[in-house]
């Protein structure tokens, strides 16, 4: 839902799209989030929300539905890829966010957005009908995803969790 959430958001703000991508792509901030959150086992709804996304609001597949649900599956799954490799290179365990590192999350951000890129950049090229330029499309993704994703997280942690601190009056954090 919160995959889903941002892709709207974005559409109801006209987040201004150039070319290939956009510049402030805040689904992958959501689905970060949401792995840290809540661990792997919302991969089903983050995918989920990536192809309703893509289908309902953006209608970018026309007839290569095919190929937008690939490129959903990249998305949904290039967080977790740039999770479990920092994990293994001993840079950081998200497995207890109260010991995580902000940093952490920076380099996860950007990581992810790196592999996210490089795993659609693939994906689009089986698609024999577009015509992509790997510089423009790599460097457009990696920056929308990378201002998107450092927006949704700096937006979670300095307005929705202070919000929900004086709600309930306790320390969350």
């Not at 293994?88 to 951000?109: E, M």
């Not at 994703?149 to 320390?171: A, D, E, S, W």
Request: one cysteine or more; charged letters at 10%; aromatic letters at 14%.
């Amino acid at each position: 839902m919160s995959v889903f959430l941002m892709a709207y958001v974005m559409i109801w703000f006209g987040t201004f799209e150039v070319g290939v991508g956009h510049y402030l792509y805040l689904p992958l901030g959501a689905k970060i989030l949401m792995y840290l959150l809540f661990g792997y086992r919302v991969f089903p709804g983050i995918l989920a929300g990536c192809i309703a996304a893509g289908v309902l609001l953006f209608n970018s597949w026309d007839d290569q539905l095919l190929i937008g649900t690939m490129a959903a599956c990249a998305g949904a799954v290039a967080p977790i890829i740039a999770m479990c490799l920092m994990k293994q290179t001993r840079v950081s365990n998200f497995s207890n966010l109260g010991q995580v590192d902000f940093r952490h999350v920076l380099f996860l951000i950007v990581f992810a957005s790196v592999i996210s890129a490089l795993l659609k950049f693939f994906v689009y090229m089986q698609d024999l009908t577009l015509s992509l330029d790997a510089v423009t499309f790599i460097s457009h993704y990696i920056t929308g995803d990378v201002l998107g994703g450092l927006v949704v997280i700096y937006f979670t942690l300095h307005v929705i969790v202070p919000l929900i601190q004086r709600f309930l009056g306790k320390n969350i954090a």
